[in-house]
């Protein structure tokens, strides 16, 4: 690292004002303060001085990803050998994962920072490094066969119009991520939704090739690429009791093949373990508000409960675990509604934002069959409520602290 940083500093005056490439200066300043931590500090003033920035703390949520992405790719290879009917090992499957998934995430990252590092070198700003969580977020909630050129023009959308246009990292409004995924929801709801987008049957870069029947992949018999929580929207069993959620062999999917993430949907929301495993890492390193997510399960549960002593069909009657290890709860809930910039910054807010964004999604859930997910909705609309339950809960403090003050006056 020694020889790197002296190569840093020894390049530095070219990307300094008169220097050959200060043009480039944020780019320059993008990538150093990237690798090392920043030489400059403010000088005055209530701030904490500690090494770890903006870039770190986006840093430590990549890190947590990790289990969730790395697991999703296995399943994606898992999930295209058991449609194809191959017995394979291991390694073959993550490595078509790996195959599968990687494009997306170079895509993502390609389209999002070449806007983020031309936008900055026109403002003559420092890169913002907001993009490295949703480079990677992107990909992660998007089913396995959405075209490049979709995930392409997602990411220029929401970078731009969800991003740059309130000012960049730090002032958008909504989660940049899901504002991607809504983008193609609506625009192409025919790739974001159904039995034929969320497990793969074609090959990967020229590996896992199927067995082609006039042009088609051929697939077991029984195969389904339907995801658990589209399986229950669309059927028509009276009660839960009778309905049974099957895998893309058409054989019965258990709670351990949910909680490990044995099953279809999008590529880092199966598995609750991985999921688990990065939430533990966040709320150790501070950067992942337990309180959110906490409340967020606590909202989902009490309308779970509530919705159950109603119930009249299937999709009511479904218990609380199921709702929570099944599509993007888990993922939304760890890794989305902990935000630092769209979700509620006051403590007690936390708690209020959570618990809706539970709430909103459990009801989207239950009562439209058309959004079986509705995490994504649930999310971004408290996004927008997110400032308004900050200022009422700093409002109400403020009328306390003047109500002691009043009070011990007339004392």
Do not use: C
């Not at 730090?170 to 987008?197: E, H, T």
């Amino acid at each position: 690292m020694k020889a790197l940083r002296n190569y840093f500093d020894k390049i530095r005056p070219n990307f300094e004002e008169g220097g050959k490439y200060h043009w480039l200066h944020s780019v320059y300043e993008g990538f150093e303060s990237f690798l090392f931590v920043p030489n400059t500090t403010s000088k005055s003033g209530v701030h904490i001085h500690d090494s770890r920035d903006t870039k770190r703390t986006m840093s430590i949520v990549v890190v947590a990803l990790m289990p969730a992405l790395l697991f999703g790719m296995y399943n994606v290879g898992l999930q295209h050998y058991m449609a194809i009917g191959m017995e394979v090992g291991f390694w073959t499957r993550f490595f078509y994962g790996l195959l599968a998934v990687l494009p997306q995430i170079v895509i993502s990252y390609v389209v999002g920072l070449g806007i983020e590092f031309t936008v900055a070198q026109m403002k003559g700003e420092e890169i913002a490094e907001g993009f490295l969580v949703t480079g990677i977020l992107i990909p992660m909630i998007l089913p396995i066969d959405t075209p490049l050129w979709m995930v392409a023009v997602a990411t220029a959308f929401a970078v731009i119009f969800a991003k740059e246009v309130f000012g960049g990292t730090g002032y958008n409004i909504f989660n940049v991520a899901l504002i991607a995924r809504a983008f193609l929801f609506f625009s192409y709801p025919s790739k974001m939704s159904g039995d034929k987008v969320f497990v793969r049957t074609g090959s990967a870069l020229g590996m896992g090739h199927p067995e082609m029947v006039d042009g088609v992949a051929k697939t077991v018999d029984g195969f389904s690429g339907a995801t658990p929580l589209t399986q229950l929207a669309t059927t028509d069993a009276p009660h839960f009791a009778s309905f049974s959620f099957t895998g893309v062999t058409g054989q019965p999917l258990s709670l351990s093949d949910m909680f490990w993430g044995f099953i279809p949907g999008s590529v880092g929301e199966v598995s609750t373990f991985a999921i688990l495993l990065g939430a533990i890492l966040l709320i150790s390193t501070g950067v992942g508000s337990w309180k959110t997510m906490l409340s967020v399960f606590l909202g989902g549960l009490f309308t779970i409960t509530l919705v159950n002593l109603f119930a009249v069909n299937a999709t009511m009657e479904m218990p609380a675990y199921y709702h929570f290890l099944l599509g993007g709860f888990a993922f939304g809930a760890v890794f989305m509604a902990t935000d630092p910039v769209t979700s509620a910054r006051t403590e007690k807010g936390k708690w209020i934002y959570g618990f809706l964004i539970g709430l909103i999604a459990v009801t989207i859930r239950i009562f439209n069959p058309g959004y079986p997910e509705g995490m994504m909705l649930a999310i971004l609309l408290m996004n927008a409520f997110a400032p308004l339950i900050d200022f009422y809960v700093i409002d109400a403090n403020v009328k306390q602290r003047l109500k002691r003050v009043g009070n011990n006056k007339r004392k």
